[in-house]
C-alpha cells in the first residue's frame, strides 16, 4: 500500500524542539556516526530524495520511512546553506570517531611537553577543520579571519596546558590529567567569539513571531555565542573530567599495570562511550530559535521598535547557530525558548567577547 505523502513537510523536525528531550533526539538522530560510512552513491541518492520532496515530485511509491532517512543523511552530509557534500572530517557525524580518538590520546599523553603540545594543535587543527566545514555561508569569514582565530586558539590551549602542567608538578597526579581539560575550555571561550567575531559587531537578525525581521543586535549575538561556548566546553565536559578519575584509579590494578600498552585504546573507547551521549546532549542544551526579551536589547534598537511597531511587542526571536551549523533553518515557528541566564554570565561573559571583538576591530 503506497503511503499518503499530502501535506508531508521534509524540513519540519520529527521531535518537539520546545522540550530537551525532543532536541536531543534531533542531534542523537543527524550527529548518528554511522552516517560516515555511508556510500556516496546512497548520498547522492538522499539529496536528490529531499530535492524531489521539496517539490512534491516524489517517486511512486516511496515510504515517509525512506524520506525520513534520505533527510538524515542529507543533513549528515551536506551543507544546508550551499547544499555540498561536506568533508567526512568536517561533518557533525563525525564528532564521536574524530572526537574520542583526540579527547583519549590528550588524556593519555599528558605528562611531556612535545604530547602535550601536539595534541592540543591536532584538537584545534580538528575544530578549526570543523568550523571551516560548517561556516555560515550567509556570513562568509574571511581566510585572515579563520587563520587568526585558529592560530590563537591554538597558542591559548597550548599556553593554557604548559602553564598549568608546569604549576601542578607537585600537586597530586590527578590534578595534572585535568590539565587537558582546562586547555580545551579556554580555548573554546577563545575560539568561538573570534569565529564570530563579525555578529557581535554587527549584530544578527531578530524577528518577530511571524518571521519579520525587525533588526540587528549585538546582545542577542553575545547570547547566542555565549550558547555555543557552554555547549561546546559542556560536550567534552563528563569524559575529560571523570575519565581521569576512573582511569587513575584502573591503573593501579595489578593487571592493568602489566598491559600499560592497552591504557591509551582503553581511554579512546571510554571517550566514546561518553560522546555518544554527549554530543547530542550538548547540541540539543539550547533551543535553536531563542526568545529574546525587548527589554533587554539596544536602546536605540528598542526606540526602533516602538516607533515602527504598530503593536506591543514583548519577546523577539533569533536563530543560535551551533559552530556555523544551521540545524534548523526554516523550521516552524513555534520553536522557541526562553533564554534565562544567571547575572554573572548575562553580564561578564557579554562584555568579554566586546572587549575581544572590540581589540580585533581596532
Known amino acids: 500500500m503506497e503511503a499518503d505523502l499530502t501535506g508531508f513537510n521534509i524540513d519540519a523536525p520529527r521531535w518537539d524542539q520546545r522540550t530537551f528531550l525532543g532536541r536531543v533526539k534531533h542531534f542523537l538522530n543527524i550527529t548518528d556516526p554511522r552516517t560516515v560510512f555511508v556510500s556516496e552513491q546512497e548520498l547522492d541518492w538522499a539529496k536528490m530524495m529531499v530535492e524531489k520532496s521539496r517539490m512534491g515530485v516524489v517517486p511512486p511509491g516511496t515510504q515517509v520511512e525512506q524520506l525520513l532517512y534520505a533527510k538524515k543523511l542529507y543533513d549528515s552530509a551536506f551543507h544546508p546553506d550551499t547544499g555540498e557534500k561536506m568533508n567526512v572530517i568536517g561533518r557533525m557525524s563525525f564528532q564521536l570517531p574524530g572526537g574520542m ?17 601536539f595534541w592540543q594543535w591536532v584538537n584545534q587543527s580538528f575544530n578549526a577543520l570543523v568550523n571551516y566545514t560548517n561556516r555560515n555561508a550567509a556570513s562568509p569569514i574571511s581566510v585572515r579571519q579563520m587563520t587568526l582565530s585558529y592560530f590563537t586558539a591554538t ?88 575519565l581521569p578519575v576512573i582511569m587513575e584509579r584502573l591503573e593501579k590494578l595489578h593487571f592493568m599495570q602489566k598491559v600499560k600498552v592497552l591504557h591509551a585504546p582503553l581511554q579512546v573507547m571510554l571517550c566514546g562511550y561518553f560522546l555518544i551521549f554527549m554530543v547530542p546532549v550538548a547540541c540539543g542544551l539550547f533551543p535553536q530559535k531563542c526568545e529574546l526579551p525587548v527589554s533587554y536589547l539596544e536602546p536605540e534598537l528598542q526606540d526602533t521598535i516602538k516607533a515602527n511597531s504598530s503593536s506591543l511587542l514583548d519577546f523577539l526571536f533569533f536563530y543560535r547557530q551551533l559552530l556555523f551549523w544551521k540545524c534548523l533553518e526554516g523550521a516552524p515557528g513555534y520553536l522557541s525558548g526562553i533564554i534565562y541566564f544567571p547575572a554573572p554570565l548575562r553580564t561578564t561573559i557579554p562584555l568579554f567577547l566586546f572587549f575581544c571583538c572590540g581589540k580585533l576591530e581596532n
Open 155 to 242: 597558542t591559548t590551549a597550548v599556553a593554557t596546558a604548559v602553564g598549568m602542567n608546569m604549576l601542578t608538578k607537585k600537586a597530586p597526579p590527578l590534578v595534572g590529567r585535568w590539565v587537558p581539560f582546562a586547555a580545551v575550555a579556554a580555548a573554546n571561550c577563545v575560539n568561538i567569539p573570534m569565529m564570530r567575531q563579525q555578529e557581535l559587531i554587527q549584530g544578527i537578525c531578530v524577528k518577530d513571531r511571524n518571521e519579520n525581521e525587525i533588526g540587528h543586535s549585538r546582545r542577542a549575538a553575545a547570547i547566542g555565542i555565549t550558547q555555543v561556548v557552554i555547549s561546546r566546553i559542556t560536550m567534552s565536559a563528563p569524559g575529560m573530567i571523570l
Open 101 to 117: 580518538i583526540i579527547t583519549g590520546f590528550m588524556l593519555q599523553f599528558y605528562r611531556t611537553m612535545p604530547a602535550v603540545i
